[in-house]
Structures are given as structure tokens and as C-alpha cells.
């Protein structure tokens, strides 16, 4: 037996019916090809990686992950750190690149894989295995165990029940069916390390299955990185401390289509402040005549990133001398400011562009809560849940 899915409030069915709408929009726009469109998207994939690592407590800073996905190395991540970014980067990319063409099959061989993709830098965490003991979850802060994870025994049988599951036909809504995913491999904790982010990523791929336009974009790992807590409790909630799947799973329903919900009026408002910081770029650059060559970089800067002469000369395929020489100008003029020294050096966003950023946020629009009790419900609802260890 496995966590089934719940039967969808009245509430959980106008969020989910509001959601599509919002991504509908996002459809309808990402249709029309627009030359920001790829800075967004590596934008997002590096803020998803960023975001369900951190909930395993490895953070880097956005360009970092960035790097992870251009192949390049980390201006300031850690080896060990980064090795958990990169392998994460590996199994997500797979994900969205192979998960929704024809000849894909989903089965515990493909769960399998996808973890060792993950783990493969750490041969001491069995990637690719099943783990052959017991498992436990602990809480950092406290040092108490929160939850237990069913006999290494039944982990074989229940991703099988679980795969079956997955592959059956059903009507469910792609969203809910990701959440569950997510929900049952987390709980069945089938590995010594990297269930966490192995629920994440399957998520995604579910959503891919699905159909969902862009799964890159629809993706919640940056949301729930933001919201480890608030994740935390309602695994808490759902699990009372072991593996119990007859648990109704409800909140956790609404926690991912809270998820879903708020990710993307954030992307939506991403869209419109891409197309503004553009515009503005373009003025800049052409009162300065600038040449187009440096607009990602000054993209990149005014979003936060660091940027890198060796990342310049390999995106802009141009020579490094004139890669010095346009990072030199644009420090000049004040769009970038050089920080370090050789082979540490690199440049940020300066006043001019930090001006402009400030500019395009002013406006920026609140977020809509679509369950607006949730969280003082996971707050009151956690309290009751005793430890294991208790």
C-alpha cells in the first residue's frame, strides 16, 4: 500500500483551475520566441537546482548553480558542495531533456539510474542502490528524529507498487500526480542519501509526463528552497513519524498547489520584468554604443549574477583580449564593478545598473496567497506531531 491521492476540496479545485490559467499565459507568451527567453530559462533551472539543494543544506549562490549548468566551474562553491550541485544538475537534466519523448519508460531501473546521475560522486552513498537498513529523519535544529522510514525489506516492493501506480492510466491532474510522486518516494526513503532532491526531481519529471508546458519553468524547488520549514512540517504532518500511507495526504495536496500557485504569479512577474530590464538594457546600450555581444552579461549582472571574463569570451565567442576590453569599458561607465584580482576577478552589477533594477522592481506586484491558513495551520499542526525519539 501506498499514499493514495485525496479527493480535491472545492478551494483545492479553483487553485488548480487558477493555476493553469496563470500557466496558459506563460504558454502563450514562451510561444513567441524572444532573444531574453534563454537568459530566463537558465535563470530558473539555476534558482530550481539552487533551491532543493539547499534544503539538504548545500547552498551556493545563483551563478554557481549557473556554472553547474554551463558546464563551468564555481567562483565560490566549496568541491564537496559543488559535487552535490553538479550531480543534481546531471539527473534534472536528464529529466527535462528525456521524460517527455515517446520511448521513455518510468520504472524503478529509471529511479535507479536517475539517483546514481545524483550520487555518483560519492561512491559511499551507494548511488544506485536501495539502501539495505533502516533509515531515519532528523531534525536539524532539535537533533530529534522526526520520522521513520518503512524495513529496507518492503523498499523493494513499495517503488514497485509505487512505479505501477505512476504508469497506470489515470485522470488525475498532472499537478496533483507530481505532488503525490513526491510525496510517496520521500516517504519510502528508498535510498541512504539524496531522497529529498530524488522526490524533487521526479516531481518535475511527473509534470514533464504530463504534458505541462515548460516543466523547466513549472518546477517548485526554488519555492519550497525558500520554504524548508513550512516543507518540512507538512512531511511532519502527513508522516506522524513513520510510514504510514493509510494518512490522509489533503495538506499536502494544498501545500504543493499552494506551491504551484505562488511560483508562478513569481514567474509571470518575472516575464514582465525580464521585458522591461531588456528595454532598458537596449536604451543603455545604445546611448553608450554598445555592442550587442554584451547584453546577456549585462542581464546576467542586473539579476545578480557574477560575471566572469572566461564565461564571456566562451558565451560571446570572442577573443579574451576583447573580452578585457569590453568588461574594462563597461566598469568605466559604471554598468559593472570589478571585484578581485586575477584569477579571482570578476564583475558585478554597478550603480547604473543597480539603479536600473531598482527601477524595474518598483512596481513590482504582491503576491496572492491562495490558502492563506496554511501556514498557521502547519505551525499549530507540527506541534502535536511527537518525535520518534520522544
Do not use: C
Request: no cysteine; aromatic share 8%.
Amino acid at each position: 500500500m501506498i499514499y493514495s491521492t485525496p479527493p480535491m476540496s472545492e478551494q483545492d479545485a479553483a487553485v488548480l483551475e487558477d493555476i493553469h490559467g496563470l500557466r496558459a499565459k506563460l504558454a502563450y507568451h514562451l510561444r513567441t520566441p524572444r532573444r531574453w527567453e534563454g537568459s530566463l530559462r537558465r535563470n530558473m533551472l539555476a534558482r530550481a537546482i539552487r533551491g532543493s539543494n539547499s534544503i539538504e543544506g548545500y547552498h551556493v549562490e545563483i551563478d554557481d548553480a549557473a556554472a553547474a549548468l554551463d558546464d563551468e566551474d564555481p567562483l565560490s562553491a566549496d568541491r564537496t558542495t559543488f559535487a552535490e550541485i553538479r550531480g543534481y544538475r546531471q539527473a534534472l537534466g536528464y529529466v527535462l531533456a528525456m521524460a517527455s519523448g515517446p520511448h521513455f519508460a518510468l520504472d524503478s531501473s529509471t529511479i535507479r539510474s536517475l539517483h546514481y546521475m545524483m550520487l555518483s560522486h560519492a561512491l559511499d552513498k551507494s548511488p544506485g542502490q536501495y539502501r539495505n537498513g533502516p533509515i531515519y529523519v532528523h531534525d536539524g535544529s532539535t537533533g530529534t528524529t522526526v520520522y521513520e522510514g518503512p524495513g529496507a525489506e518492503a523498499v523493494p516492493g513499495l517503488m514497485e507498487e509505487f512505479m505501477a501506480d505512476l504508469n497506470r492510466d489515470s485522470k488525475i491532474d498532472p499537478l496533483i500526480r507530481g505532488a503525490m510522486a513526491h510525496l510517496n518516494l520521500v516517504m519510502i526513503h528508498a535510498f541512504r542519501d539524496g531522497n529529498g532532491r530524488m522526490a524533487r526531481a521526479l516531481q518535475t519529471l511527473v509534470l514533464s509526463r504530463g504534458g505541462i508546458t515548460e516543466p523547466a519553468f513549472s518546477s517548485i524547488e526554488e519555492w519550497l528552497g525558500r520554504n524548508t520549514d513550512d516543507y518540512y512540517r507538512v512531511l511532519k504532518i502527513i508522516g506522524q513519524g513513520s510510514w504510514q500511507p493509510e494518512n490522509d495526504a489533503s495538506l499536502w495536496v494544498a501545500f504543493n498547489l499552494r506551491a504551484h500557485h505562488i511560483q508562478a504569479q513569481t514567474l509571470d512577474r518575472r516575464l514582465v520584468e525580464a521585458q522591461s530590464t531588456w528595454q532598458a538594457l537596449d536604451d543603455l546600450m545604445r546611448d553608450h554604443g554598445l555592442p550587442e555581444r554584451i547584453a546577456t552579461e549585462l542581464y546576467d549582472a542586473t539579476v545578480g549574477f557574477r560575471i566572469r571574463r572566461a564565461s564571456y569570451v566562451k558565451r560571446a565567442e570572442v577573443e579574451e583580449r576583447t573580452a578585457t576590453r569590453d568588461l574594462a569599458r563597461l566598469a568605466d561607465l559604471g554598468l559593472l564593478t570589478a571585484v578581485g584580482q586575477t584569477k579571482g576577478r570578476h564583475y558585478v552589477a554597478g550603480p547604473l545598473l543597480r539603479t536600473l533594477r531598482a527601477d524595474v522592481v518598483s512596481n513590482r506586484p504582491t503576491i496572492d496567497d491562495p490558502y492563506p491558513w496554511i501556514h498557521a495551520a502547519l505551525h499549530t499542526n507540527a506541534r502535536t506531531v511527537p518525535n520518534v525519539s520522544s
